[in-house]
């Protein structure tokens, strides 16, 4: 593999440093041997997930699809291995045992077989080019620093995660009831955020523009650290998108973020200030803070919202009003990265990978159930293998998995996901295939 081949799409495999922030960690290539080895990794309904059904015997299944689809394994000392593909489940499988890869990302169904890309590229005609990838969002929680106080960087607690929460509150809903998209899930990164895949197949076959347009939907925020308004809220009125997210927004921003973040403390509440538009208003409320430092029996960062919205509606001028929603916002709403949603030959960090940095397993969120989300207790590397040495003798028909935590991912992601896919997918390709023989036997009739 040549270094520009290694290089080739550098921003799509970028991961966080090596090096473990502990000893534990230190046994990772050790244990992610186990962990690929040992049946934890869910081999046989990743690669029934990668198909889409075209791994039967129907006559409309595509038996070139599977081979098609491009992997990228990060190895050791950050070696990466692009453009990897695999004509069966268990080729794919054997190269994820031999290689046993720190990271793996999924790209894009391509044209043709992208191992073979080469080939064709010297044929002289330009025929390798990507036909199908899943529409996917990455929310990174390092996005927000400027807007959580708890943690900075990569680190993530219980105080700042409810902005994912939010994230997935407001897309999965928007995908689901504004675009009609099904078939969603929902990642953890393992480390600082949330991955989305959007399955249906019109999802997967849009093309960038198309991409560009969905993403274009979701985009609000707009600022950075030196801006005061880091959102874009167009119109006299908002959207009706845009409404229903407030919903979820203030309802998290009051209960959740206000207070774990102290945003309106003294050593805050300027920046929020920093966002009112009438300066009297702002002047207002600034001496009835300065003069009143204490708390009461409440919360401080309460009264003072209180007061804010208070003051602000009682001036009844849609500008104030509009000041208050901005500053929900501007701290609270999803922070997505744009690039990886618009473009179809962008990579993405595979389902129930383990991050290196931390040794937590890459496992699917419930939507339903993401306010239960807990990233600082999912299953390590460390965790599973003391499972299943602790677990006794393994049952007959038992899973691995079923003996450790990650039998309850696994089957979430089996049951609500992959099945429902699957049965969609074949139902689909049964349609098309009669639609078919029937168009042929409508041609040869006089």
Avoid at 267 to 285: G, H, N, P, Q, T
Avoid at 298 to 314: A, F, P, S
Avoid at 349 to 359: L, M, R
């Amino acid at each position: 593999m040549t270094k520009e081949e290694a290089g080739n799409g550098r921003d799509d495999m970028l991961i966080d440093d090596p090096e473990p922030q502990d000893k534990e960690l230190e046994a990772f290539p050790e244990r992610i041997k186990l962990y690929y080895g040992r049946w934890l990794f869910p081999h046989a309904d990743m690669s029934k997930w990668m198909a889409y059904g075209n791994d039967g015997k129907h006559p409309a299944c595509d038996q070139s699809y599977f081979g098609r689809r491009e992997y990228s394994f990060t190895l050791e000392n950050d070696i990466y291995m692009r453009f990897q593909s695999y004509k069966t489940a268990l080729e794919l499988e054997k190269a994820i045992k031999d290689h046993c890869p720190f990271k793996i990302d999924i790209g894009p169904v391509y044209s043709v077989d992208p191992a073979k890309r080469h080939a064709y590229s010297q044929s002289g005609d330009n025929i390798f080019t990507p036909v199908e990838k899943e529409l996917v969002f990455d929310i990174d929680i390092s996005d927000y620093n400027d807007v959580r106080y708890c943690c900075s960087g990569a680190d993530v607690c219980l105080d700042c995660w409810p902005l994912m929460t939010i994230a997935i509150k407001v897309i999965d809903t928007a995908l689901r009831d504004d675009f009609g998209f099904n078939h969603i899930l929902w990642v953890y990164s393992g480390r600082r955020g949330v991955h989305c895949w959007v399955c249906d197949t019109k999802a997967r076959r849009l093309n960038n523009e198309q991409r560009s347009a969905v993403a274009e939907y979701f985009r609000v925020y707009k600022g950075n650290s030196n801006s005061k308004s880091k959102v874009s809220l167009v119109g006299s009125a908002l959207h009706p998108f845009l409404v229903r997210s407030y919903n979820v927004l203030s309802d998290y921003f009051e209960r959740k973020i206000l207070c774990s973040q102290q945003l309106l403390s003294d050593e805050r509440y300027e920046s929020i200030l920093d966002m009112i538009s009438d300066e009297s208003v702002a002047s207002e409320l600034r001496g009835k803070w300065q003069g009143n430092r204490r708390s009461n029996a409440n919360d401080i960062n309460i009264v003072r919202w209180e007061q804010l919205k208070h003051l602000c509606g009682r001036k009844k001028t849609p500008g104030l009003r509009r000041c208050v929603e901005e500053i929900v916002f501007s701290y609270t709403y999803p922070r997505i990265d744009m690039e990886v949603s618009k473009h179809m030959n962008h990579l993405l960090k595979s389902p129930f990978c383990v991050h290196p940095k931390t040794g937590r397993v890459c496992v699917p969120i419930n939507p339903n159930l993401c306010d239960e989300f807990d990233p600082t207790n999912v299953p390590t590397l460390s965790k599973l293998l003391r499972e299943i040495n602790t677990g006794g003798l393994q049952a007959e028909g038992e899973k691995v998995w079923d003996r450790t935590s990650m039998g309850k991912p696994i089957r979430y992601f089996k049951d609500s996901f992959l099945q429902p896919l699957l049965k969609s997918c074949k139902e689909e390709m049964e349609a098309s295939y009669n639609a078919k023989v029937q168009q042929s036997k409508n041609s040869l009739g006089w």
